[in-house]
């Protein structure tokens, strides 16, 4: 099993930027598929991004491509999620997730959240107006 550690949640004014990280433990964390969902008060889980084993293929949600950006350093077993140019509905937890399932194992599987074994325990996103 994998544990999942985020980090680099807080408050930003809209158009600011954050960084997120998301640490992992084990030493198996290159085999995962990783992923990025979020959860606004009073609504479902949403997918928000991911990327494949080696870093190579990443897809993201419309309501933040071209903003927010995914990537992983596989050496030091962490997912970044870099927030840029924030709007108040990005406001959330924001949940790090991880799949043992190949990235290229069929179109758009990792847009599920039942597709994911691993959960960190979210941290929060706020984005005033």
């Known amino acids: 099993q994998v544990q999942l550690v985020e980090s680099g949640g807080g408050l930003v004014q809209a158009g600011g930027s954050l960084r997120l990280s998301c640490a992992a433990s084990?030493?198996?964390?290159?085999?995962?598929?990783m992923g990025w969902f979020r959860q606004a008060p009073g609504k479902e889980r949403e997918f928000v991004t991911t990327i494949s084993r080696s870093g190579a293929g990443t897809y993201y949600a419309d309501s933040v491509k071209g903003r927010f950006t995914i990537s992983r350093d596989n050496a030091k077993n962490t997912v970044y999620l870099q927030m840029n140019s924030l709007k108040p509905e990005d406001t959330a937890v924001y949940y790090c997730?991880?799949?043992?399932?190949?990235?290229?194992?069929?179109?758009?599987?990792?847009?599920?959240?039942?597709?994911?074994?691993?959960w960190g325990q979210g941290t929060q996103v706020i984005v005033s107006s």
């Open positions: 084990g030493r198996t964390f290159s085999s995962y598929t």
């Open positions: 997730a991880a799949s043992p399932r190949d990235y290229y194992s069929g179109y758009g599987w990792y847009r599920i959240r039942n597709e994911f074994n691993y």
